[in-house]
Nanobody, 128 residues
Framework: QVQLVESGGGLVQAGDSLRLSCSSS????????VGWFRQVPGKEREFVAN????????YYSDSVKDRFIVTRDNAKNTVYLQMNSLRHEDTAVYYCAAPFKFGCSGNQCYDANEYGYWGQGTQVTVSS
């Protein structure tokens, strides 16, 4: 079983960049696709991006496409979310997650219910 830990959150200004990391203990993260989600109080968890286990397929929500980039380094057992041109509305707790099914990736894997392993989340706050 994979256990995920996010890091890299913080307080930034609008227009700044931030990079989140997702690492794992237990089973190697390289065996899993990884999704990034975010959540604000009172709202459902929102899909942000995902990347398949090889790092060759990525998929983004319309709200972050062309601003965020998801990559992975399987040798370091880490997945990254590079967030550029941050906006106030990007403020949220960001979670990384691994899906139940090995083949779940891309536009077939944006529903939070597809993911069974979650990190504890990291807060990103963008001041306007």
């Amino acid at each position: 079983q994979v256990q995920l830990v996010e890091s890299g959150g913080g307080l930034v200004q609008a227009g700044d960049s931030l990079r989140l990391s997702c690492s794992s203990s237990g089973r190697a993260l390289s065996a899993y696709a990884v999704g990034w989600f975010r959540q604000v109080p009172g709202k459902e968890r929102e899909f942000v991006a995902n990347i398949n286990w090889l790092g060759r397929t990525t998929y983004y929500s319309d709200s972050v496409k062309d601003r965020f980039i998801v990559t992975r380094d399987n040798a370091k057992n880490t997945v990254y979310l590079q967030m550029n041109s941050l906006r106030h509305e990007d403020t949220a707790v960001y979670y990384c997650a691994a899906p139940f099914k090995f083949g779940c990736s891309g536009n077939q894997c944006y529903d939070a219910n597809e993911y069974g392993y979650w990190g504890q989340g990291t807060q990103v706050t963008v001041s306007s």
